[in-house]
């Protein structure tokens, strides 16, 4: 079995994982890029058979969405990490949502800034919005599951 030490150790390499990938994907040119959201774009063709010029544009949305959503958990987890580590017994969350929001919020404002110097890319305020948005989901997600998991632990029902 793992040890605290280490399961935080593995959080904070996923976390870092997740954004290298981000990076790297953001790093692709725009042919490269594109052929990545075209095949998720034909794929989704295929299954629904539906037609549609606004299909590429909300795959490449949905992209960044749920790479954010998912570093936005990542995030978190460690900012609760961080607490514990600081003997916070509560579980209000709100220094840790907020931290969670910032680091990835700025993280998305360097994203998006790091591909000014891609090839056909561009820095998109209204991506680091749908990136923000993203976080505070995978945020607001993995503190709903962390808030269940306490609440039945501490529940009378879970002493039987």
């Known amino acids: 079995?793992?040890?605290?030490?280490?399961?935080?150790?593995?959080?904070?390499?996923?976390?870092?994982?997740?954004?290298?990938?981000?990076?790297?994907?953001?790093?692709?040119?725009?042919?490269?890029?594109?052929?990545?959201?075209?095949?998720?774009?034909?794929?989704?063709?295929?299954?629904?058979?539906?037609?549609?010029?606004?299909?590429?544009?909300?795959?490449?949305?949905?992209?960044?969405?749920?790479?954010?959503?998912?570093?936005g958990g990542c995030l978190f987890l460690n900012a609760c990490d961080y607490e514990r580590d600081k003997s916070l017994d509560n579980i209000g969350m709100r220094r840790e949502i907020l931290a969670t929001f910032l680091i990835g919020t700025l993280y998305a404002v360097t994203d998006e800034l790091h591909q000014i110097f891609v090839p056909g890319r561009a820095c998109m305020a209204t991506d680091v919005c749908i990136d923000a948005v993203g976080v505070l989901t995978g945020t607001f997600v993995v503190a709903f599951l962390l808030r269940n998991r306490f609440e039945t632990k501490d529940s009378p029902a879970s002493e039987d």
């Open 1 to 71: 079995m793992k040890t605290e030490k280490q399961k935080k150790i593995i959080r904070l390499l996923i976390t870092f994982t997740v954004m290298a990938f981000i990076f790297i994907q953001s790093a692709l040119n725009k042919e490269l890029s594109g052929a990545e959201s075209g095949f998720i774009e034909e794929l989704i063709k295929r299954i629904t058979g539906t037609e549609s010029e606004f299909l590429g544009l909300l795959v490449r949305k949905c992209a960044h969405f749920t790479e954010f959503m998912i570093l």
